[in-house]
């Protein structure tokens, strides 16, 4: 008889990096974040870019968050994560922007997430940023993988640059 595979849901589960700590544990072995992947939803919908938006209540997400705790240099557009609730409440007021000069800091990149980001604790952001990072996006910046395993390693996780 097959067993049913194990379903962890979503970054934002109480109890979540407990959970796969114990299902992924192996002594002296750090989890790595490609396996975590096949249980757990990115928590990044979709992305957009927005002229003056209005910040506030809002947290750092994607490069702004690792720019944030780790030496990751961080572009002018900052990264925000706003909830898809939040995105509907402000997106008839907001100017959306397709074309942008790199050196623009009045555009800033917005990811929309199921849930409001700034609910998580710290070690459920950390897991949740480095979930919402595609594997394209790891393999176009390698940087991004160094800073993910500086905020990762001390709850136990690890991105192998190997499997991306």
């Given at each position: ?141 390698p940087?991004?993988?160094g800073?993910?395993?500086d ?14």
């Amino acid at each position: 008889m097959a067993t049913e595979p194990m379903r962890f849901g979503m970054v934002n589960r109480n109890g979540l990096i407990d959970d796969l700590s114990s299902y992924f544990y192996k002594e002296g072995h750090l989890v790595e974040l490609y396996d975590v992947k096949k249980y757990v939803s990115s928590p990044r919908l979709f992305d957009l870019m927005i002229r003056a938006l209005p910040a506030d209540g809002l947290v750092h997400v994607g490069d702004s968050f690792l720019d944030k705790r780790t030496m990751l240099g961080d572009w002018p557009q900052r990264t925000y994560g706003i909830s898809l609730h939040g995105w509907k409440s402000i997106q008839a007021e907001v100017e959306l922007v397709d074309a942008f000069h790199m050196n623009d800091s009045t555009v800033s990149k917005v990811q929309v997430w199921p849930f409001d980001p700034a609910s998580l604790p710290e070690d459920a952001a950390r897991l949740a940023v480095a979930l919402s990072y595609t594997a394209a996006e790891l393999y176009a910046e390698p940087r991004i993988v160094g800073s993910l395993n500086d905020i990762l390693n001390e709850l136990g996780f690890w991105v192998d640059p190997e499997r991306y």
